[in-house]
């Protein structure tokens, strides 16, 4: 099978039913369970978490941005799958040595989501699970909708400095269904860092705070954030909650995100 890759701008040839997959984007290896063809899937990345539970049984074969090649050569897979954007080096030292390898986009849309899991499901010949699950996906984004914005609010996420998003993350888009405002909608970017005083000058209900990790006390971390921000309302998020982007994002991340909000504020 031929597919067109927007990644290396050309067509590019697949198995039409790769059987030794790897993958390492976290996004991408919870589609394959999700799409039952887990049981092609033979190694993965150290950052793939979900699903939660499953996974431990799997090959990790590098982290997001650097692969070891023993493990890769030991699998010898006919297909890897990874993103674009911060994955391009590792996308084209793949394919230089002879390896089939396809990158999803980085969704900048809610929708994005949903476009991957069609694409995934083309791909790993599992057309009418895609439709299925993308389905059931639309049916919870229409529970789930708001008609209107309640709360402005701040988000940041730590991945080795902070990050915030603009009006092009999927980010934004979860938010704004749920009934929350991103304050940095403004921004054309991503994903970028912010600055602290233009963020204290703008109004906001409350921060959302993702740590990169769940060890650091909750009271350390709002503690930090309040000598940054003032006296603010605060939401200390799970590590690898927002920043996710597979279809939990939709059916486990936004109704859970919603509740924590409802009795928090």
């Not at 993958?23 to 919870?30: F, R």
């Not at 749920?178 to 963020?199: A, H, Q, R, V």
Request: contains cysteine.
């Amino acid at each position: 099978m031929r597919i067109f890759s927007e990644f290396f701008g050309e067509e590019i040839e697949i198995p039409h039913e790769p059987k030794r997959i790897v993958s390492l984007a976290p996004d991408i290896t919870e589609i394959i369970f999700r799409l039952k063809a887990e049981n092609r899937l033979k190694g993965i990345s150290l950052y793939c978490k979900r699903p939660f539970g499953k996974l431990d049984r799997y090959e990790r074969v590098g982290s997001y941005l650097k692969v070891l090649w023993h493990k890769l050569e030991k699998i010898n897979p006919d297909l890897i799958l990874l993103s674009t954007g911060a994955q391009r080096k590792i996308a084209e030292q793949i394919r230089k040595r002879g390896l089939t390898v396809f990158a999803f986009s980085v969704p900048v849309s809610i929708w994005g989501i949903l476009d991957n899991i069609k694409k995934a499901g083309i791909i790993l010949n599992r057309e009418k699970e895609a439709c299925s699950l993308i389905d059931n996906l639309f049916k919870k984004l229409e529970k789930i909708r708001e008609d209107k914005i309640f709360y402005r609010v701040y988000y940041e996420v730590y991945l080795g400095d902070k990050i915030t998003c603009g009006i092009s993350s999927y980010i934004t888009d979860g938010l704004k269904i749920i009934g929350l405002y991103n304050i940095y909608s403004f921004k054309k970017e991503s994903y970028f860092e912010p600055d602290d005083d233009l963020t204290r000058s703008m109004d906001f209900d409350f921060l959302l705070y993702e740590p990169h990790s769940e060890k650091i006390k909750k009271e350390i971390l709002e503690d930090k954030l309040r000598k940054r921000f003032g006296n603010r309302k605060i939401i200390i998020l799970p590590s690898n909650f927002l920043v996710h982007y597979g279809p939990s994002f939709i059916d486990e991340i936004l109704p859970r995100l919603k509740k924590l909000i409802n009795k928090r504020i």
